[in-house]
């Protein structure tokens, strides 16, 4: 979507190997998300950031770590890929109130072998 | 805990006609909103229509529009005039007022039959 771009788009890694995936926006918002989606489990948060350096765990956080050291980067690290951590990820932002609803980037597909 | 149930998992409609995608909702504060957002197979998410609790009106954006029942906790979703291009997964979401969270349902696909 205009104003956020995930990186790579697609990814297929080794077990055990780390992995980090890019979220990049030109809006200048705050709020910058993490989310994983399966199916059955509809889309989880991973972890989220409320500034730079400021972020927190979601409800599906354990393997996973975040930094946020600009505003417009928000990165997410799989320290040890599993086979587990196969899904799709995506990334999101919101630079408004709660009822501004979120701005998605595009997604990565994530293949753990 | 604020939690979001979609209990559809898929439906099917012939194009041109009108679809109900149900969504219930739990929380226990009075100030929040809801969303749905259509997933189509390009992966892309949008935003189809956003409601705020404190507003009784329905949200209408279209041919979109929803069916919000306060005290029953429902948000249902309606399509009239059902195209094509509304084949798509479907998820609803709610955030409650200063939180950071958006908590989303587990999607229902939609068919549209030509």
């Known amino acids: 979507d205009a104003g956020i771009t995930q990186s790579p788009r697609h990814k297929v890694t080794e077990t055990g190997t780390p992995v980090t995936l890019r979220c990049h926006q030109t809006e200048n918002h705050r709020y910058m998300y993490w989310y994983r989606q399966d199916p059955g489990h509809g889309l989880r948060l991973i972890h989220y950031s409320y500034g730079v350096k400021d972020t927190d765990k979601g409800e599906v956080s354990d393997g996973y770590s975040v930094s946020r050291s600009k505003t417009e980067d928000f990165l997410l690290t799989l320290e040890s890929a599993t086979s587990s951590q196969t899904s799709v990820y995506f990334c999101?932002?919101?630079?408004?109130?709660?009822?501004?609803?979120?701005?998605f980037g595009s997604g990565t597909r994530l293949t753990v072998v | 805990a604020q939690t979001v149930t979609q209990s559809q998992p898929e439906m099917s409609v012939q194009e041109a006609e009108t679809v109900t995608l149900s969504c219930t909702y739990d929380t226990s504060e009075s100030d929040y909103y809801l969303f749905w957002y259509k997933q189509p197979p390009s992966r892309q998410m949008i935003l189809v229509i956003r409601?705020?609790?404190?507003?009784?009106q329905n949200a209408t954006e279209n041919r979109f529009s929803v069916n919000f029942q306060k005290a029953a906790k429902s948000f249902s979703l309606k399509i009239s005039d059902s195209q094509l291009g509304d084949a798509a997964m479907y998820f609803c979401a709610s955030i409650t007022s200063g939180t950071y969270k958006y908590i989303f349902g587990t999607g229902t696909r939609l068919k549209v039959l030509a």
């Open positions: 999101a932002i919101r630079g408004g109130p709660a009822n501004y609803g979120y701005t």
């Open positions: 409601q705020e609790a404190y507003k009784q």
